[in-house]
T-cell receptor, first 114, second 110 residues
Framework: NAGVTQTPKFQVLKTGQSMTLQCAQDMNHEYMSWYRQDPGMGLRLIHYSVGAGITDQGEVPNGYNVSRSTTEDFPLRLLSAAPSQTSVYFC?????????????FGSGTRLTVV | GQQLNQSPQSMFIQEGEDVSMNCTSSSIFNTWLWYKQDPGEGPVLLIALYKAGELTSNGRLTAQFGITRKDSFLNISASIPSDVGIYFCAGAYYGQNFVFGPGTRLSVLP
């Protein structure tokens, strides 16, 4: 089973460029989310979705857009990359948005903005 | 937003030693999770706790849901080199997203 698949694994962007981080899951999970991981700060929630067609903002949503057209895919778009967005990005999924089950994480995308 | 504190931030131990770490919150939770992250990988769920006072084991790992519902503890017995990594706690209240702690970095010396 593939679980949660993230692409690309590494990316370097110039300031002002845009790009999309891809996330796909094959577990038929309703809930999907994006986190960024920075040294000493743990995982911070960017955006999340409780089902196809439904998205909401997390703790640090500025500079990022998401959409959820299918259950399987939850892409994260950087509109105009900034050095402050240099981070490791993780996509996660769960059967539901409740607290009855933990999240399954992808292996991450390491993004550097120069 | 909510924040979790994890202690210690990092620890160096000898192979075979037992490890204890904890996680505290200013808010009560109804679910606590413990994850481990290996270098270059995403976090992997180790243990989930759903009831105050609950004690749950997974091999050499044992975690407890604090009675106050504001803390949780993780113990690793007889550490081995593959225990190296970052351990994250996460907590959530009903209907809310999980909040993650900053992690405890574990190094095991042979």
């Amino acid at each position: 089973n593939a679980g949660v698949t993230q692409t690309p694994k590494f990316q370097v962007l110039k300031t002002g460029q845009s790009m999309t981080l891809q996330c796909a899951q094959d577990m038929n999970h309703e809930y999907m989310s994006w986190y960024r991981q920075d040294p000493g700060m743990g995982l911070r929630l960017i955006h999340y979705s409780v089902g196809a067609g439904i998205t909401d903002q997390g703790e640090v949503p500025n500079g990022y857009n998401v959409s959820r057209s299918t259950t399987e895919d939850f892409p994260l778009r950087l509109l105009s990359a900034a050095p402050s967005q240099t981070s490791v990005y993780f996509c996660a999924s769960s059967p539901t948005g409740g607290t009855s089950a933990g999240y399954t994480f992808g292996s991450g995308t390491r993004l550097t903005v120069v | 937003g909510q924040q979790l504190n994890q202690s210690p931030q990092s620890m160096f131990i000898q192979e075979g030693e037992d490890v204890s770490m904890n996680c505290t919150s200013s808010s009560i939770f109804n679910t606590w999770l413990w994850y481990k992250q290996d270098p270059g990988e995403g976090p992997v769920l180790l243990i989930a706790l759903y009831k105050a006072g609950e004690l749950t084991s997974n091999g050499r790992l044992t975690a407890q849901f604090g009675i106050t519902r504001k803390d949780s503890f993780l113990n690793i017995s007889a550490s081995i080199p593959s225990d190296v990594g970052i351990y994250f706690c996460a907590g959530a209240y009903y209907g809310q997203n999980f909040v993650f702690g900053p992690g405890t970095r574990l190094s095991v010396l042979p």
